[in-house]
């Protein structure tokens, strides 16, 4: 059994935790995994949101070193025969999908490495004066992170001038009632949910350079690809229901409700893994036990309360 924690339950642990406690907390938080018997995995996703907060002029920065470092030290393991750490790591979605319909690692497994690599080396010795050194890199993941958020965003985008006659107008279902009720029943119904994962399926095919078409053969694959990753799928809906709604501020991608891509992208990490391994997400999340609950998966979702009970914190 592993557990995966998000990224604001990291926060939440060490929020009032100084940066000298954190290494005591890792080693608090492994103890209780070897007494329980389980174990834990690097988040990948988790470890992007939070480096792109260790800019200098970030508001966020300190509490958000603190949760890296606490996500680094606490998923890792130490070899002491090979003088070696090693670990589990939960995967990002454009890792999972080649993974999952071709069982290839694709081009991307490579670059989410480098976020391995340098979480080490940003978190050494827990000195936050390590952020200076690597200023470049932390803004190349911050354009990473923005970059993953932008592929819905454009799919959005292109579907909503489809729509409108190649016009783009964020508030299209407010003037058309019509539509805006069709665009509702379809989110109801589940019509749109296999829509998008048909999408996630063609981004599969275009991410390992194959050309995607409908046939008997992959549509036995996508059914599967839609139930076991429903959970996921349709967190999306925390978007297309402001997308209905015409909420102007969805219009940028840099708007806070598109953070959700990335929600989407650790459920799949953990949904994933769990096909090898029982997998504890912890989160506070409503809307991701609503849909874990709606697979018969509450078993495999906590909230922090409950991680705290069980490892003692």
């Not at 996921?232 to 229901?241: D, Q």
Request: proline letters at 3%; hydrophobic letters at 40%; a negative charge.
């Amino acid at each position: 059994m592993k557990y995966f924690l998000d990224t604001n339950i990291y926060r939440n642990l060490v929020h009032a935790v100084p940066l000298k406690e954190v290494k005591a907390l890792a080693e608090k938080i492994q103890n209780a995994e070897s007494d329980l018997g389980v174990t834990s995995g690097f988040p990948i996703v988790v470890a992007m949101e939070l480096i792109k907060h260790l800019e200098e002029t970030d508001p966020e920065l300190e509490e958000c070193f603190r949760a890296l470092c606490l996500a680094f030290d606490h998923s890792k393991k130490y070899n002491s025969e090979k003088d070696t750490f090693y670990g589990a790591f939960f995967p990002p979605l454009n890792v999972i999908l080649p993974k999952y319909f071709f069982n290839e690692d694709g081009p991307f497994l490579e670059a989410y490495k480098v976020i391995m690599a340098l979480t080490k080396d940003l978190t050494e010795n827990h000195d936050l004066e390590n952020i200076h050194k690597y200023q470049d890199k932390i803004k190349v993941v911050r354009d990473q992170v923005n970059f993953e958020k932008k592929e819905l965003f454009d799919n959005v985008e292109k579907h909503l001038r489809e729509l409108n006659d190649g016009e783009l107008d964020w508030q299209y279902f407010l003037k058309n009632k019509a539509q805006k009720e069709k665009w509702f029943r379809e989110m109801r119904t589940g019509k749109s949910f296999a829509f998008l994962a048909e999408g996630f399926m063609m981004r599969a095919y275009g991410i390992t350079g194959r050309e995607y078409a409908r046939t008997k053969e992959n549509f036995s694959q996508f059914y599967d690809f839609h139930n076991e990753f429903y959970p996921a799928i349709a967190m999306s809906s925390l978007i297309l229901e402001q997308i209905g709604h015409g909420t102007p501020a969805i219009s940028k991608v840099n708007d806070h409700r598109w953070n959700t891509v990335l929600d989407i992208s650790m459920m799949f990490g953990a949904i994933f893994n769990s096909k090898r391994d029982t997998i504890i997400f912890v989160t506070e999340e409503k809307k991701m036990h609503e849909f874990f609950k709606i697979n018969n998966m509450q078993d495999q979702i906590i909230k922090l309360g409950e991680f705290k009970k069980r490892f003692s914190l």
